[in-house]
């Protein structure tokens, strides 16, 4: 990429320069105060830093955060991306984001993590003009800070239901205790508020009698961890699984596969990793969404100080029924319910209370 920048021939570097100008006229009122002021005439970068809050690889959310950014920057020549991991030691990332700040090279940081928000504020204290941009995280009231929070209550509910359709039914490895699993890598409010529960309720719309277990890796890496506890799960009723667990959610799933159980996943297409064990795939468009706030920045359209709730209706989450995955392992009158739980779910005839944050 940057050996083709540097040989580009004049004729079309030429024309490159003329599109750059226009685009950077047109994009000189979002500059206008700010440190990149489009005051001359040369072709002005819009500079993001993308501030990942653990490791991409292994982590949906994240991987569809900086694919989204890439591919926003790929098709936008005056906007430049930094992708930067924090890593899992979260009593660093506020002090790691003051120093990416305070070196003034970025003119939005873009995240994704509910714990992000409360970071942020107290890094935009100390930095005023710094502009925040994060997703799957509400927080609202504060100028420098906007952000987006994905219905999870609504995903996790229509996957319990699903998981609630698999525990009680005949399929192969599921038993006739009625007990689901949630393997989590560590609580947190949307968690604890809206993932779990959301998958429970929506489970006992199948059932009333069917219960949760529900246990905390301690970490998002240690698939051994995870591994050893959905056995125990596993030996304790557990015939179907979710998790919010980042990279350590590949040992529950080789568990499940080796002992008998089945998956429901949240935010991602993994029916390969798995086939027959990962029965239902959850959809977020979280790749999508980054590329339209992207685009929305450079408008100069995102409205600071407030927070979005976007889901189903939207068509920020979904869920993927048209895989091999889920269409060669189910039952088709698993299937046939499913589809139309889904179905009413998209059009709004299933009625549930979204409890507070
Ligand atoms: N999700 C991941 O997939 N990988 C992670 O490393 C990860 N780290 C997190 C750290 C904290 C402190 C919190 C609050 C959440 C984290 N999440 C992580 C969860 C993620 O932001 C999101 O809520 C879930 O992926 C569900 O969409």
Request: aromatic letters at 10%; zero cysteines.
């Given at each position: 990429m940057a050996q083709?920048?540097?040989?580009?021939?004049?004729?079309?570097?030429?024309?490159?320069?003329?599109?750059?100008?226009?685009?950077?006229?047109?994009?000189?009122?979002?500059?206008?105060?700010?440190?990149?002021?489009?005051?001359?005439?040369?072709?002005?970068?819009?500079?993001?830093?993308?501030?990942?809050?653990?490791?991409?690889?292994?982590?949906?959310?994240?991987?569809?955060?900086?694919?989204?950014?890439?591919?926003?920057?790929?098709?936008?020549?005056?906007?430049?991306?930094?992708?930067?991991?924090?890593?899992?030691?979260?009593?660093?990332?506020?002090?790691?984001?003051?120093?990416?700040?305070?070196?003034?090279d970025f003119d939005l940081v873009l995240g994704s993590n509910p714990s992000l928000p409360e970071i942020c504020v107290n890094v935009g204290k100390k930095f005023p003009n710094q502009k925040f941009i994060i997703t799957d995280a509400e927080y609202s009231g504060n100028p420098q800070i906007s952000t987006y929070l994905y219905n999870q209550y609504e995903q996790?509910?229509?996957?319990?239901?699903?998981?609630?359709?698999?525990?009680?039914?005949k399929m192969e490895h599921a038993n006739s205790v009625k007990k689901i699993g949630f393997i989590a890598a560590q609580e947190y409010p949307l968690l604890s508020k809206h993932i779990v529960p959301g998958f429970l309720d929506g489970a006992r719309r199948v059932d009333p009698e069917i219960t949760i277990d529900f246990r905390v890796i301690g970490n998002w890496f240690d698939a051994n961890k995870a591994a050893d506890l959905a056995a125990s799960m596993i030996s304790a009723g557990v015939d179907?699984?979710?998790?919010i667990a980042g990279g350590a959610a590949q040992g529950m799933i080789r568990t499940a596969g080796e002992q008998g159980a089945y998956v429901v996943f949240h935010n991602t297409n993994e029916y390969k990793l798995a086939p027959g064990v990962i029965v239902g795939c959850g959809l977020m468009e979280q790749k999508k969404?980054?590329?339209?706030?992207?685009?929305?920045?450079?408008?100069?359209?995102?409205?600071?100080?407030?927070?979005r709730t976007i889901g189903l209706k939207d068509g920020y989450l979904d869920f993927i029924s048209d895989d091999p995955g889920y269409t060669g392992s189910l039952p088709k009158d698993i299937q046939d319910r499913f589809n139309a739980f889904m179905n009413d779910m998209r059009a709004g005839r299933v009625s549930y209370t979204v409890p507070a944050l």
């Open positions: 083709l920048k540097n040989y580009v021939p004049s004729r079309v570097l030429g024309t490159a320069l003329a599109v750059a100008l226009i685009a950077a006229l047109a994009a000189a009122p979002l500059f206008a105060g700010g440190k990149k002021d489009a005051g001359n005439q040369q072709q002005k970068d819009f500079s993001v830093l993308v501030y990942i809050t653990g490791m991409v690889a292994g982590s949906p959310t994240y991987e569809l955060l900086a694919a989204g950014a890439e591919s926003f920057a790929a098709s936008h020549g005056n906007v430049a991306v930094k992708v930067y991991e924090a890593g899992f030691n979260q009593a660093e990332w506020e002090e790691q984001l003051t120093s990416l700040v305070a070196s003034g996790s509910f229509y996957l319990g239901y699903l998981a609630g359709l698999v525990t009680t039914s179907v699984f979710a998790s969404l980054t590329e339209e706030i992207l685009a929305d920045v450079l408008a100069g359209k995102i409205q600071y100080g407030t927070s």
